[in-house]
């Protein structure tokens, strides 16, 4: 894709990438874009952090999409290295474009770049088009997930 820059995000995402994250029905019952503070906070921890990675695609000076990587060092897999990809968004306009494979890729590149051996995903059981997704960029669902909210 043409100007397209995947770079850290920074305070002055947060807009954008909160509104991004609101833009499904499961973001909407969850996300409150009228309130940015506790993302701030969020991403005061997130910088802090050198194992976390949450990035923005802008192209022309707009937010177009992020994800969030995270490097999780483990005794597993002889003590391998895995990544976690999270929160993957893409603005509504720029979905079925390409941009979504172009992060992914980004976040396996970078995930090898760190050592990683592993890179791992979660989606919601009903974000079935994004399973597809997924499947298509070569991952398998060889798992079974369990979450609980504290």
């Known amino acids: 894709m043409e100007d397209l820059e995947i770079r850290e995000a920074n305070a002055d995402d947060l807009p954008a990438i909160v509104a991004m994250l609101a833009d499904d029905p499961l973001g909407a019952q969850r996300e409150s874009p009228d309130d940015l503070a506790p993302y701030r906070v969020a991403l005061e921890r997130l910088d802090a952090d050198p194992n976390q990675h949450l990035v923005v695609a802008v192209r022309a000076g707009r937010v177009i999409g992020t994800l969030q990587l995270t490097t999780i060092p483990g ?10 990809i999270e929160a993957v968004r893409i603005d509504s306009d720029e979905r079925g474009s390409g941009l979504g494979s172009l ?3 980004w976040a396996i590149d970078t995930a090898r770049r760190l050592g990683c051996r592993m890179v791992q995903l979660t989606s919601d059981k009903s974000r079935t088009d994004a399973h597809r997704f997924y499947e298509r960029l070569g991952f398998t669902a060889s798992h079974e997930g369990f979450k609980m909210k504290l």
């Open 103 to 105: 992060l992914i890729e």
């Open 75 to 84: 005794l597993s897999h002889r003590g391998a290295t895995r990544a976690l």
